[in-house]
Structure formats: C-alpha cells, structure tokens
C-alpha cells in the first residue's frame, strides 16, 4: 500500500526539522535562567546608574532602603508600569511599520535556506532613519530641546513596556511556530518550552512579505536607541541653559555613527548567524526591544545628570581609540566580503578545504579568527570613555559584549567544527586566536 501523501509531507517535514538533541546556554536550567533574570538587569543598571536613586553607583546602603521602600507595597510595583511610555512605545511600532511599508528600499535576496527557498528582504533601514533625525531635528529647532526629554523621563517606563512586549511576542512567535509549513531552527526544536521559547522555533517570521526578525534587527531598537540618546542630551541641554558638553557629543557622535553604518550596511546582515541560523525567540526578541535600547544608552543617560568636560587632549585620544576601533572593524569585514565574492585585490594568503571552500590565513584574517569583533570592541570601549573614570557601571557595555562576542565565536567554532572537520583543526593551528591576536 502506497503511502498516503499526508504521511509523506510528515516524515518530509520531521526531516526538515529535525529534532534538537544539544541543548545550548547549558539547556533548560540556563535559559529559564536568562528568560526570568536578564530583565532584572536592565532594572538593576536603571536603578544602580540614576539621579532617582543617589548616583553611579548610589551608595548600596540607601539604594536598599530606596527599593526596599519602594517596592514594599503594590503601588510601588505598579509605579515602574507607564501607561504614557506604553502608549508612545506602541505608536513608535506602528510608525516603523509604516516607515518599512512606504519609504523606498530595495527588494534583496538573502542567502538559500535549507528548505531549498530564498527569502526576499526590503532594504531601507537607512532611509528610515534618516526621515526620523530629519523630523526629530525639526522638532527640538521649532520647539526647543525641553521638548524632546520624554524619553529620558520615562525611561523606567519604557523598560516595563519594552519588557512586556518582549515576553508576550516570543510567547506568540513560539505558538505561530506550531502553524503547518514552518520551517524551524536547529536550535529551537527540543520540545522543552523554556528552551525553544528563549532559542525561538521558527527560523524566520514572516507576515505578508514582512520578515519580522530582520525587521525587528535593524529598526525599532536601533533607531530608538538614537533617539533616546538624544533625548538625554536635550535633557542635559535644559539642565545647561542649551548647550551640551563635549563628552555628551563624543558618546551622540559614535553611537550614531554605528548605527548610521549599521543600517547603511543593511543588507550585510543577511549572511548573519542571527538571520540565517537562530529562530526568533526570547533571546533576539528582548535583545531587540528591550536590551539593546535601553541598556546601550547607559553612557548618554549617565552624562544627562552628570555632565562631564574632557577638553581638546581627552577628545583626540577618545577619537583616536574609536577610529581604530572602526578601522579593524570596517577592513576586515571588508577583506572577508571580497573574498566571498570571489576577489582578492590585496593577495591573501588562504587555505584549501575538502569542501572546496577556502579559509583566509592572512590580513586580519591571519591574526586573529575573529578580527571584527577585536575592532567592535575597541569602539565598544571608546563609547564609555566619554563618562570618565568615576564609575565602573558606565563600562558594562564592553563587559558585556566581550561575553556575547565570546560566546558566539564559541558558538561559530562548533559549527565550522562540524562543517569542516579536520580541515577546521589545521585552520586553528595557523590562526590560533580567537578575537585579539597573542591574547585571546
């Protein structure tokens, strides 16, 4: 008796998703883990980094008695709940949507996926964000920088929005997850809820022609986090009768900068680990809306109620780290997308692989395998340099990343482990650092 075809399409679909037999972030203990603490943080930086609470660090003493007396009744939880900053929250999503629907942008080909299918993605990142500096600008020329503190205001408020948002969505993708024809992540099909739902089931959302995880990449948390800048710097403006220090520019400069690169550089992240290999889940979810916005704004939100002058010596050393920094990072990544495309203009030096594929051995490259993220490091660490050395909190960011960076470079030696085999042992032979060369 034949197969009946409902059976056939099963055992296809098992064999395109197959089940997750290795857990990652040491498996269920350590994601339930992240998905009911890494909120925390976010609160723990706002109150720990604060003008609300004493300081940078407030002395530990009375940051207890200030939580202690402000969380002890239910009214003092409701007060980090903000019905304005939601409703803004909520505005801002529906404005990036239809920033994505109707500004121009390409239609670009991401790479095949193992189904067989090439997902179609419209680029215009950038123009988004460039339309919003321009009404923003327009905003605080007409009304002045006291009209653009909102958001420094209600930056508690925005975390708990943000924070909602983040574990209501991924509840929802990994419900959506569970529709016929989906194709999932490696990743993400353990069938232990706490895990997939951190990891995320399905490789790529879409709604429509709307790719929801590399849409929610680029816009509504990186563009925000511009903005909130810049209400911190409006707020700092007010406090100084309209001017800003030089390390509140420094910090606008470089942040911005990123992101202007980032979005400018949109299609780049096609070829990523995020978009062509994890599922969107809590994990990129959180990191998205919550995480990235609101914890890489420390410096700029440090800097409104603690202004800090460097003069011109501190502002060219600060410059140079930074200009480094972007210069490692920017030609490597540029030495790594012309030879996947086939070009070598400065004559790398590369070793074959049984797969037919080559590796780099020299340039960048040759010093370490992972180059970039050396240069995005040292930008990382230039960012909190404008803040001074008073505090260490301010420096979490480069901590923070160093843990990320590592983690996924990890991450990237297992799977190029699995795709190269020994080819990938004699290639960590030639190149053995990981991120900074001789010592890392």
Not at 87 to 93: E, I, K, Q, S, T
Not at 219 to 240: D, F, T, Y
Not at 318 to 327: D, F, Q, S
Request: aromatic letters at 18%; charged letters at 15%; a neutral charge.
């Amino acid at each position: 008796m034949a197969p009946s075809p409902q059976s056939t399409d099963m055992v296809a679909h098992k064999k395109l998703n197959p089940k997750t037999t290795k857990l990652e972030f040491f498996g269920v203990p350590g994601t339930f883990l992240l998905v009911t603490t890494l909120p925390f943080v976010v609160y723990g930086l706002y109150f720990s980094c604060s003008e609300e609470t004493g300081g940078c660090p407030p002395n530990l003493y009375y940051l207890g008695i200030y939580v202690s007396q402000r969380f002890s009744n239910f009214d003092g939880w409701m007060s980090i709940c903000d019905t304005q900053a939601a409703a803004v929250f909520a505005g801002w999503l529906v404005y990036m949507i239809a920033c994505w629907r109707f500004l121009p942008g390409d239609w670009v080909e991401g790479q095949k996926i193992r189904d067989g299918t090439v997902q179609k993605y419209k680029i215009n990142a950038l123009p988004t964000l460039l339309f919003t500096l321009g009404v923003v600008s327009g905003w605080i020329y007409k009304y002045g920088p006291e009209s653009f503190t909102f958001l420094y205001e209600h930056y508690l408020g925005f975390i708990t929005a943000t924070t909602v948002f983040s574990y209501a969505t991924a509840l929802l993708l990994y419900i959506y997850s569970f529709g016929p024809d989906k194709l999932l992540a490696l990743a993400g099909n353990s069938g232990y809820f706490v895990h997939d739902y951190w990891m995320g089931r399905e490789l790529n959302p879409t709604f429509g022609s709307l790719d929801f995880k590399s849409w929610s990449e680029l816009r509504p948390g990186m563009i925000g986090w511009v903005l909130i800048n810049i209400s911190c710097a409006c707020e700092q403006a007010v406090r100084r009768g309209g001017s800003i220090t030089d390390s509140m520019a420094l910090v606008l400069l470089f942040q911005g900068l990123y992101v202007f690169d980032a979005l400018y550089n949109e299609p780049s992240i096609l070829t990523t680990m995020d978009i062509t290999t994890d599922g969107f889940g809590f994990m990129l979810v959180f990191g998205d809306y919550a995480w990235l916005p609101l914890t890489y704004s420390l410096q700029a939100r440090f800097l409104a109620f603690n202004p800090v002058e460097l003069g011109w010596g501190w502002v060219s050393i600060i410059l140079a780290v930074n200009a480094l920094g972007y210069y490692i990072f920017r030609s490597s990544n540029a030495e790594k997308n012309d030879f996947r495309n086939g070009n070598n203009p400065k004559g790398l030096t590369f070793m074959e692989t049984r797969r037919g594929t080559k590796l780099l051995t020299s340039g960048w490259w040759g010093k370490s395998r992972h180059p970039n993220y050396m240069g995005d490091l040292i930008m990382a660490f230039s960012w909190c340099m404008p803040t001074g050395f008073t505090t260490p909190l301010t420096y979490f960011y480069p901590v923070y990343f160093f843990v990320l960076l590592a983690h996924r470079q990890y991450r990237d030696d297992e799977a190029c482990e699995k795709k190269y085999g020994d080819d990938w042992t004699e290639y960590k032979k030639r190149v053995p650092s990981r991120i900074f060369p001789g010592i890392y």
